[in-house]
């Protein structure tokens, strides 16, 4: 399946300028389909989310108190 590029931004809640960067620098493989419509690959978002390191580095644990 093929996702639009606003979607997939939403997505990864990012704007969509920043996913236009990194899919020109080859970080997010994209499909162009005539001359202004961009897609992403849905199985390609998600190997670069799975890929994507943790927010936060506590690595998904709870903080000890």
């Known amino acids: 399946a093929l996702i639009p ?10 704007s969509p300028v920043t996913l236009r960067v990194w899919i020109r620098q080859g970080a997010v493989p ?7 419509r ?11 989310i799975a890929s994507a390191p943790t927010v936060g580095g506590n690595d998904g ?4 108190t």
């Open 5 to 14: 590029q606003r979607d997939a931004a939403t997505l990864l809640g990012i």
């Open 30 to 36: 994209a499909v162009r389909l005539g001359k202004r």
């Open 38 to 48: 961009v897609f992403v690959k849905a199985s390609a978002l998600a190997a670069f």
């Open 61 to 64: 644990r709870r903080a000890e």
